[in-house]
């Protein structure tokens, strides 16, 4: 288990900040151990719960190109088929993932192959499971095209706490099953659009695991 990149520098921020904050009540309440001891148990918590929050707990993935993996951790909320009119311009079936402030928050590459489209939006902070944050809130879209033709897009899609969105993909990249394309910081949305022919491995409600549940096959 080790600590994402992504939170070196909110992990540093809260250190600091929790450091001061138990320096100050020790300055002026110097002889209260009581409240000495609830801030100091308050501030470990808040730095646990950080912690916890950036793990990059180690993920041995096994590369299948029949398989679409689960882009995220969360659980299941929504399998529906929808029309995709951003890119793919076509009905498909949509898998949504809800990524809890609870969950590891890295985000993987469900297929393998080329980066067919890539954009990023402004947006709102609606909470991740409102209907319309797949469509105002902030997020970004990517598309990524097997070598058989085969395609499959997916959002990252910011929520009411998460407002910093993190991608490391651009058009035209090669990507690799299970790779990490992207972060998002606290309580999160992830959508996946599949092809109507692929055959939907999970139901609502099912937990699933970045880079390891198999969300659908070919």
Known sequence: MSIHKEGFATIFVTLFVSTILYLGVVWLFPENRIVQ?????????????????????????????????????????????????????????QISIFMSPFNVHINRNPISGEVSYFKYHKGKYLVAWHPKSSTENERTTIAVRTPEGKEVLFRQI????????????????????????????????????????AKVAVKIGEKSVGGKTILATW
């Open 158 to 197: 910011a929520g009411a706490l998460a407002k910093r969105i993190v991608w490391y993909v651009k058009e035209g990249e090669k990507v690799q099953q299970g790779d990490e394309f992207g972060f998002i910081k606290f309580g999160s949305r992830v959508d996946i659009f599949i092809p109507l022919e």
């Open 37 to 93: 001891n609830i801030v100091l148990s308050i501030c470990l918590i808040v730095f646990v719960i950080v912690l916890q929050f950036f793990r990059n707990p180690t993920r041995h993935i096994e590369q299948n190109p029949t398989h679409i993996l689960a882009p995220a951790d969360g659980k299941v909320v929504a399998i529906e088929e929808v029309f995709e009119g951003e890119f793919l311009q076509r009905n498909c079936r």
